[in-house]
């Protein structure tokens, strides 16, 4: 089983920035992907950003320019760095890890652009 703490979400207003943190434990073994999916009321999860064990990284279309995805191997702890942030990025935020025998989720945490 695979642990997946996240931590960072907020209040923030348009155009400002947060920073997501998620720290993975369990049975973690490379290969393995971490990144961020979100869900806003009423939508289907998203990807936002993924980071392959390799450094490899993939953008949603929508947050390309604005958010950078990073990761601490050796603390299997992963990050999402949001700047110029619009209404349209309040959702939750979910942490996952992608490894052989499947797919974990984190619980989630709230993210609300507002003025």
């Known amino acids: 089983q695979v642990q997946l703490v996240e931590s960072g979400g907020g209040l923030v207003q348009p155009g400002g920035s947060l920073r997501l943190s998620c720290a993975a434990s369990?049975?973690?073994?490379?290969?393995?992907?971490m990144g961020w999916f979100r869900q806003a009321p009423g939508k289907q999860r998203e990807l936002v950003a993924d980071i392959t064990s390799g450094g490899r990284t993939n953008y949603a279309d929508s947050v390309k320019g604005r958010f950078t995805i990073s990761r601490d191997t050796a603390k299997n702890t992963v990050y999402l760095q949001m700047s110029s942030l619009k209404s349209e990025d309040t959702a939750v935020y979910y942490c996952?890890?992608?490894?052989?025998?499947?797919?974990?989720w984190g619980q989630g945490t709230q993210v609300t652009v507002s003025s």
């Open positions: 996952t890890v992608l490894r052989s025998g499947g797919r974990y």
């Open positions: 369990g049975s973690i073994f490379s290969p393995y992907t």
